[in-house]
């Protein structure tokens, strides 16, 4: 089993709508959760830094952490097309620990 | 300012060729990063650096491969007797303290034929 879990998708939606995207984790150490944006040809971008459990508002999106559950949520809404890219998942157990990286959900909004 | 520099962007060689990779990290990021990435894998941790000095190498997937970092800055991936398997795009990211905040590069796209 991965660390991080994460559905590949291709996950497809219609422009304005609200966007789910999700990961699972194994390690109850993980204190770290950062969603990153790749875009087709590009590197990752930071999207979300989010410590520990709760939630994190940024403009239209929005991440939350069960620790409960080891559960990692980030919602867009109000989707646009410019939000189409791959979306990557991470954590780790502290400051000194590297990142455990999810595959990545693709997801497409259409216009 | 300016971000996370590789190069070159793309890379063709020959299987058996060696090639090397160069990473220009963020001015005053301590810490460096390379990963791989090969379609539909995500992202494979290869090696990190703190200063020049390389804590964690385990994600090094053989002996081909080496890295190091001079000054503090500049680093250089090298893959010697390059295989097919090889090809991918190798990103370099790097960190100031906070070691989550990853600033990633362009990445560079090999192709071994």
């Known amino acids: ?108 909004v259409n216009p | 300012g300016a971000g996370v520099s590789q190069s070159p962007s793309n890379k063709v060689t020959e299987k058996g060729k060696d090639v090397e990779l160069r990473c220009d990290p963020i001015s005053g990021h301590t810490a460096l990063y390379w990963y791989r990435q090969s379609l539909g894998q995500g992202l494979e941790f290869l090696i990190y650096f703190q200063g020049n000095s390389a804590p964690d190498k385990s994600g090094l997937p053989s002996d081909r491969f080496s890295a190091e970092r001079t000054g503090g800055s500049v680093s250089t991936l090298t893959i010697q007797r390059t295989q097919q398997e090889d090809s991918a795009v190798y990103l370099c990211a790097s960190s100031s303290t906070r070691l989550q905040e990853q600033y990633f590069g362009p990445g560079t796209r090999l192709t071994v034929t």
């Open chain 1, 1 to 108: 089993q991965k660390e991080v879990e994460q559905d590949p998708g291709p996950l497809s939606v219609p422009e304005g709508a609200i966007v789910s995207l999700n990961c699972t984790y194994s390690n109850s150490a993980f204190q770290y959760f950062m969603w990153y944006r790749q875009y087709s040809r590009k590197g990752p971008e930071l999207l979300m830094y989010t410590y520990s459990s709760g939630n994190k508002e940024d403009g239209r999106f929005t991440a939350q952490v069960d620790k409960s559950s080891k559960y990692i949520s980030l919602f867009i809404r109000d989707s646009q097309p410019s939000d189409s890219a791959t979306y990557l998942c991470a954590s780790n157990a502290g400051n000194n620990r590297k990142l455990i990286w999810g595959l990545g959900t693709s997801l497409a």
